[in-house]
């Protein structure tokens, strides 16, 4: 889920949230919010390449263009991917004749993976990310994580 902002790393208005808190009295994370958009800064750091917003923009871009590409990631069943580490989110989306396997590792320490063998045993090819599969086994790095098709 993409939210207003997050396509150009636009940080929340801490500002906002304090003042409404000190007006109403009330503590409250609905205050928390990205606030207005200068566009005039925004358009200068995604014209300039390396910054952190131009970065962002760029990935968020390349992943929307996996999703259209890729049927599953639009619909389809979603399947758990049994026997992995408890620090890996893994996954299957299918539809139709399109597979997608999202693996991703939250954790702060690279972790070794080995597939089930129903799914080791299928030829999956990177669609996103830099990790490759090699006979269902692959190593993602802390936070790293791949999108594979089959």
């Given at each position: 889920?993409?939210f207003y902002?997050d396509?150009?790393?636009?940080p929340?208005?801490?500002q906002f949230?304090r003042?409404?808190?000190?007006?109403?009295?009330?503590?409250?994370?609905?205050y928390?919010v990205?606030?207005?958009?200068d566009w005039?800064?925004?358009?200068?750091a995604l014209?300039?390449?390396?910054?952190l917003?131009?970065?962002?923009?760029?990935?968020?871009r390349?992943?929307?263009?996996?999703?259209?590409?890729?049927?599953?990631?639009?619909?389809g069943?979603?399947?758990p991917v049994p026997g992995l580490a408890d620090?890996?989110?893994?996954?299957?989306r299918?539809s139709?004749?399109?597979?997608?396997?999202?693996?991703?590792?939250l954790?702060d320490?690279a972790v070794d993976i080995?597939?089930p063998a129903d799914?080791?045993?299928?030829?999956w090819?990177?669609?996103?990310g830099?990790?490759?599969?090699?006979?269902?086994?692959?190593?993602l790095s802390?936070?790293?994580?791949g999108w594979f098709?089959?």
């Amino acid at each position: 889920m993409i939210f207003y902002g997050d396509e150009f790393a636009k940080p929340n208005d801490d500002q906002f949230q304090r003042d409404q808190e000190a007006l109403t009295g009330y503590q409250d994370a609905r205050y928390r919010v990205r606030g207005a958009v200068d566009w005039p800064a925004v358009d200068q750091a995604l014209a300039t390449p390396g910054s952190l917003p131009a970065h962002i923009h760029g990935a968020v871009r390349a992943m929307l263009a996996v999703r259209r590409s890729q049927p599953a990631l639009s619909g389809g069943s979603f399947q758990p991917v049994p026997g992995l580490a408890d620090s890996v989110l893994g996954y299957v989306r299918s539809s139709g004749d399109s597979q997608v396997l999202v693996l991703q590792n939250l954790g702060d320490t690279a972790v070794d993976i080995a597939l089930p063998a129903d799914l080791a045993s299928m030829h999956w090819h990177t669609v996103y990310g830099e990790h490759k599969l090699a006979r269902g086994a692959l190593t993602l790095s802390s936070k790293g994580f791949g999108w594979f098709a089959a």
